[in-house]
């Protein structure tokens, strides 16, 4: 054998042996590798072993709903944040809702847990006006819908149900019924009154408009009532006391004198007040008084009394623009077609004073 050939063997045999030695470390790191992933692995233990405790149904809100279960493993109750994290799903609207429990630390792997978000109840219905006069026209007060505070959205919230079929342009009782939708159930109903048509410009009601009622004397020489103003939020109030208009006009209210005068005795006018809107309502009609208080208002009584003899009309207008304060009531035709002409609308007679 040549001393050339002799070389070129041991050349062979050396990069064998160098190869041989640098794939050697690359194994045995693969393999540590391998066993350490392996024995952290059999060292936690799994998340879909533990018990999370069920979740009751949930009330749609409106936002996301991310409740936190109890979760535990062997009696262990685990804790958020060091042996697991919460993740939700979209969370929003009626139906199976999600919540994801991933495990950390001594904990691995992800539990998927459902619950129910079931629809809200509509609690409470309203309507701008519950007393018309008839005019051939259809009446179609604003209806405004409440989930405890929050107001609802027509046509996605909640729907009236047959207001398109409905009579309600005739001389009565009508009923508007309302429905939850999507996020909302219930059923709610709600009535207004039409009636019947002014005879002329100067008649209202002509008969006992309420159980309250006794023929007013003829001799009677009538109360004053008394009529004031409020320049911060526009509403006129009316009251036979003086202690109370005393009251008022301390408190900044604007005295505008003798509004009229009432009987002692004939048709109860009743006073309501709205607490939330800062506003006192009078009417004869023990319907519309009794509407008021279903849909929240106080029953503050008789106010005071309509002359059966029908002596001095007082006229009752409404401002359609006005959310609050919105009834106007007075004896003079020029303040009546004043505020007609500057839109308000013609509610006809409310009741009567003395001469």
């Not at 991310?66 to 062997?74: H, Y």
């Not at 909640?158 to 005739?170: A, K, P």
């Not at 006391?241 to 006018?269: H, M, Q």
Request: glycine share 10%; aromatic share 10%.
């Amino acid at each position: 054998m040549s001393t050339k050939t002799i070389a070129t063997k041991i050349a062979r045999t050396a990069l064998a042996v160098v190869l041989a030695m640098s794939f050697v470390p690359i194994a045995m790191i693969a393999n540590a590798t391998q066993q350490a992933h392996a024995e952290q692995a059999m060292s936690t233990t799994p998340i879909t072993d533990a018990y999370v405790e069920p979740i009751p149904d949930q009330v749609y809100t409106g936002v996301q709903i991310k409740p936190k279960p109890k979760v535990m493993i062997g009696g262990k109750t685990l804790v958020e944040g060091t042996d697991y994290t919460l993740e939700y799903g979209r969370n929003l609207g009626e139906g199976t809702a999600h919540v994801y429990v991933n495990g950390i630390g001594a904990y691995s792997g992800r539990k998927i847990v459902t619950f129910d978000i079931i629809q809200a109840q509509i609690t409470s219905i309203s309507l701008s006006e519950t007393r018309y006069f008839y005019d051939g026209k259809r009446k179609t007060p604003i209806v405004t819908v409440k989930s405890g505070d929050k107001e609802l959205v027509n046509g996605q919230d909640y729907i009236v149900v047959g207001m398109q079929t409905q009579d309600l342009s005739s001389v009565g009782v009508h009923t508007l019924t309302v429905k939850g939708t999507a996020n909302y159930a219930g059923v709610l109903t709600a009535d207004f009154e039409i009636l019947e048509p002014l005879e002329d410009e100067d008649s209202g009601i002509k008969s006992p408009a309420n159980d309250d009622s006794t023929p007013t004397d003829p001799n009677d020489p009538g109360q004053v009532m008394f009529r004031l103003y409020n320049p911060n939020s526009g509403e006129h109030f009316y009251t036979l006391s003086t202690v109370e208009r005393d009251n008022l006009i301390s408190v900044g209210w604007n005295d505008e004198g003798e509004g009229w005068k009432a009987p002692s005795k004939g048709d109860a006018v009743y006073r309501l007040y709205n607490e939330y809107g800062g506003e006192h309502h009078y009417t004869l009609s023990t319907f519309e008084r009794d509407s008021l208080v279903a849909a929240g208002w106080n029953d503050e009584g008789i106010g005071w009394y309509s002359d059966t003899g029908y002596s001095v009309p007082l006229y009752r207008v409404y401002n359609p623009n006005e959310f609050a304060n919105n009834h106007h009531y007075t004896t003079s035709e020029v303040e009546r077609d004043f505020l007609l002409n500057e839109g308000w609308n013609n509610e006809g007679i409310s009741w009567y004073g003395l001469k």
